[in-house]
């Protein structure tokens, strides 16, 4: 059985699907930079979670959104928008900003062999769905008009607090969303923004007779709403998102439609780099493409990520990158063991699946892949739990190379240890190396 940590319940929960399919919404990212490797260990857990919900033998239907307008620079209601921030970084305009960073994450999402989502949702696909919501909460009682946008009144949504279990008395003004003469609450938030004379805001839509633009949680509830149904199964994001983002959606969410937004939330924490918070100022922000001027692929950071739990604090080193891609070498070198003789293993995929089935630990699970025989049978699920193309980077060799270590064994037999090594020569440029065993020759890979 599959036991999820759900924030809303703050306890383990056995997880069953209401229908035949699992619907999943995972926060996707504001597309006005590059996803640096902390921005990607999310979607790593997350397909880690799909994986699993197929593993069970669950179909799923996940969307991902893109944020490409209304997310400011204060996570709030305050500041520049992040994508108008990008397009004057680069001299372009917002929509070439949006579709550059929109590509290169797709990009680097193949590349940590990430599962698919059914859906990709651009969020300025949604302006009308937002409009539509925005009209629904005015008419439900929800809202009112400022100078600057259209806000939600929390006061008006009796659970508001209860998600985030947040003080609202104790909140002070700006400690949390940024505050004006006009709101009614300091927790109130910006449902749709209205654009002022003489500020910069390339994408607009014309709404209650202004230009203006949504206000970021409303993307997530809208498209949730249009592409999935409320409620769905899952929702994903990082803890970040608890207190501000997701709040915010449940409460949209309720005024708009009348419903509960997701039956389970998962969020996942943050890792740190040498024991520092990511910053541009630390210097230490890196993407995949860094990794790889440092010979490290990006499977290799996916197996570091998934060598610890989603919910627990992890620190990147280098030196434990260097762990992470040793171990996966070392499981690809007994995946081609299995190939060259037969390995009968213990049924161990089944052990493996109820270890991940434990809240996503993929700790305990590589423990026991480590200590484990495995038939190639049980490596292959193995490999389609985890997605780290074990079994496509570990094929039989060349016949040309098996040829090589067959003669490079006759050679030792006749002591033509000159021989010997030359072969041995041979095939490490082409990164083999041979175990030699009472049973024969075994060929692994070096790199």
């Not at 996707?28 to 999310?42: E, K, R, S």
């Not at 709403?225 to 915010?248: A, Q, S, V, Y």
């Not at 030792?412 to 095939?427: G, P, S, T, V, Y």
């Not at 190396?433 to 790199?447: A, C, N």
Request: hydrophobic share 35%; net charge negative; with cysteine.
């Amino acid at each position: 059985m599959l036991k999820l940590f759900n924030t809303a319940s703050r306890k383990n929960e056995n997880f069953k699907p209401t229908g035949e399919v699992v619907k999943i919404y995972t926060c996707g990212p504001t597309v006005y930079n590059d996803a640096h490797i902390g921005n990607l260990t999310a979607y790593i857990y997350w397909d880690l979670l799909v994986r699993c919900l197929r593993a069970n033998g669950y179909k799923v239907k996940r969307v991902l959104n893109l944020t490409d307008v209304g997310h400011l620079v204060s996570d709030a209601d305050e500041g520049e928008d992040k994508l108008e921030k990008g397009a004057e970084r680069e001299g372009k305009t917002v929509w070439e900003v949006a579709d550059t960073y929109i590509a290169k994450f797709k990009k680097d999402y193949k590349a940590l062999e990430l599962a698919e989502p059914e859906i990709w949702a651009r969020a300025t696909d949604y302006i009308e769905d937002d409009m539509a919501a925005v009209d629904l909460m005015t008419e439900h009682g929800f809202t009112y008009e400022t100078a600057d946008g259209v806000y939600y009144d929390t006061s008006k949504y009796e659970n508001y607090a209860g998600f985030a279990k947040l003080d609202l008395a104790g909140l002070q003004a700006g400690a949390r969303v940024g505050f004006s003469d006009e709101k009614h609450n300091v927790s109130d938030f910006a449902v749709w923004k209205f654009i002022k004379e003489g500020e910069k805001h390339t994408m607009r839509w014309n709404y209650l007779g202004r230009p203006g633009y949504p206000g970021w949680h409303l993307e997530c509830a809208t498209i949730i709403h249009k592409e999935l149904g409320e409620p769905i199964d899952i929702h994903t994001g990082g803890i970040d998102h608890i207190p501000i983002h997701h709040t915010n959606e449940i409460a949209e969410c309720f005024a708009a439609y009348g419903h509960d937004l997701s039956r389970f939330w998962l969020h996942c924490n943050f890792i740190t780099i040498d024991g520092e918070k990511i910053s541009k100022s630390l210097g230490n922000v890196y993407l995949l493409s860094d990794l790889a001027e440092r010979g490290f692929s990006a499977l290799d950071y996916k197996m570091w990520v998934l060598s610890g739990h989603y919910q627990g604090t992890r620190n990147f080193t280098f030196e434990s990158l260097e762990a992470a891609k040793a171990r996966r070498l070392s499981w690809r070198n007994r995946i081609a063991e299995c190939y060259q003789k037969e390995v009968s293993g213990d049924g161990v995929f089944e052990k493996i699946l109820e270890a991940v089935n434990n809240n996503l630990n993929s700790a305990e699970a590589y423990a026991l892949i480590d200590n484990s025989e495995l038939s190639l049978e049980d490596w292959k699920k193995t490999d389609e739990l985890f997605g780290l193309k074990l079994i496509e980077d570990s094929p039989k060799i060349s016949e040309e190379l098996q040829a090589l270590v067959l003669e490079r064994e006759k050679a030792r037999e006749q002591k033509n240890f000159a021989r010997a090594d030359e072969i041995r020569d041979q095939l490490a440029a082409e990164g083999i190396t041979v175990k030699d065993t009472p049973t024969g020759p075994i060929w692994q890979y070096i790199r």
